[in-house]
């Protein structure tokens, strides 16, 4: 199952102009899509979902599977360091 990745940037954090660049393909390229499109499906429980509308009363969570390859990063989002996560 192959399928053109998509990306769908944070207007606050990137310029609709800027490219995507090496640096943010370390964290999700076009292989990374494939695997987790293939993957995914395959969790117990999985089923699609219609796709929902959000609104101002919405909340998202928002997984990442990167870890703290950028660690100033990683703590502006966690609120703490990848060792203080796991201890």
Request: glycine share 10%.
């Amino acid at each position: 199952m192959t399928r053109e990745a998509r990306v769908i940037r944070n207007r606050a954090a990137a310029p609709a102009q800027e490219p995507y660049g090496a640096l943010r393909a370390q964290v999700l390229n076009q292989s990374g899509f494939d695997a987790a499109l293939a993957e995914v499906p395959s969790w117990p429980g999985y089923a699609r979902k219609p796709v929902a509308l959000l609104d101002g009363g919405s909340r998202v969570l928002l997984l990442g599977s990167e870890g703290d390859t950028d660690p100033q990063i990683y703590r502006e989002v966690v609120g703490c360091n990848a060792q203080e996560v796991l201890s």
